[in-house]
């Protein structure tokens, strides 16, 4: 159960999870959030899982420590390779990452069963989407490719144009090839091409436009930030039908709707400006306070 | 002076500073090196100048224990930022860096005067390259650009073809717009387009051949790596005419001609993968050592 006068506590390396919290605060408008991006040791897509399940343990603890009702890991690496060691650890709060509800919502997208997914070197080189499509639907066919330079790009605010299409171009081609379109082709047998792709890193919804761009038609993508925040509400709904509130109103003045405290361990004036492209909107150095993990 | 029997630690936050292990041992066949990549922290150039010094200190130490005669900082965020704090607690070697001698290296090359740098965000936002030019000569004039992308495309080893080619041009055609090629134009002066372009990251250099492709006719690439190693060669040198040593042999054997010992943080399998873009020669990740700092 998800209390809702607690804050829901989201983490990622860096500022890839803000399309996360993004997609949270759209799907949960009356919530408050503390985010902290890692950037002190970001990025987590190429270290070891044992580093990466550890730094994930000291996010979490800086979060629950602050006192959130709920932990988003809004982060791929981080869901991969830490979920099962926050969830052992932080038994009393719901715990979601972000490739469980990625991978349910290509297998509901998918009308072929086969499915492709993009990601870090980490995530796809781990497996965790593979896995996850498989123990969900042991018949899909799962084709995966890390692409590295998608969160480069996106940092840098290259999100479309040329550049973009031609890098998502180089990544996609080799997925995609066989088929110009979906929509004529005879298409559905399991060796047919992929007709969902998950964006399975959270800097690569800001990429989405490029990359449809390069997609045949008839492709779904599957934004695994919008997947996560569904889950997220569904489960703040349970948590509230469930408590049966009798009477207590918290005034508006105190739940401070759609509130974010901003926490980074490193490089606020960077956090900031990169943060505009993920977040749309501007968001103030002076906002973000640094922690020590 | 630099002990011709101690090996030369060099460190990077990756495998950037491979370019200067590469040339170091091209200029100086007969020595042995230690290679430190602290990978658990990559890339050091989006970190604060403070926890660069902190890291920085602590792969220092790690290579001093194991004996170093000199330290090359082969990353150009750390010798910004941490150069000071390495020389002031090491006294006792030469601590050698990389901004420095890709400074000077510029300054003589430049007829006009008018230098370009390009690197990280962290190396061209601390402004060092431009402190060094300054310093070394008050009348330079310095355009410089942040080009992080090139990081990403290095590592991917997407090092030349078109995509590498057209994000070499968005980045620099803004800095030598003016100029289609140096030679016919009327050039020289204290305000034309800069004459000479300083690699300022160590990962640059591999993209050389793209950089240079949509550069001006006329303009110099300074590569970094080169200018540091040509500056320990001649320290080495004149350690080797001051030692004078009187006929105690060191059998080839035990010194192990151009002998690397590789350490990393983290992640040796990438490390061995990725190295082998900037060696320019495959490297097994069971020859790398992880160390904890």
Known sequence: LIDDRSP??????????LTVLRALRAALPERRFIYLGDTARLPYGTKSPESVARYSLQCAEALVARGIGCLVVACNTASASALGALR??????PVIGVIEPGAAAALAASRSGHVAVIGTEGTIGGGAYQRALLRLEPKVRVTSQACSL??????????????????ARRYLDPIFSAADTLDGAPYGGPYGDPDTLVLGCTHFPVLARAIRAVLPAGVTIVDSAASVAAVVAREAAMSSAAATPIGVAVPG???ARGHVQWLATDGAQRFARVSAVFLGAALHADEIEIIDL
């Open 253 to 255: 003045s105190l739940r």
């Open 8 to 17: 829901i506590g989201v983490f990622d390396s860096g500022v890839g999870g």
């Open 88 to 93: 052992s650890r932080y038994a009393q709060i």
């Open 150 to 167: 998608f969160v480069a790009m996106a940092e840098e605010g290259w999100v479309d144009g040329p550049i973009a299409e031609a890098v």
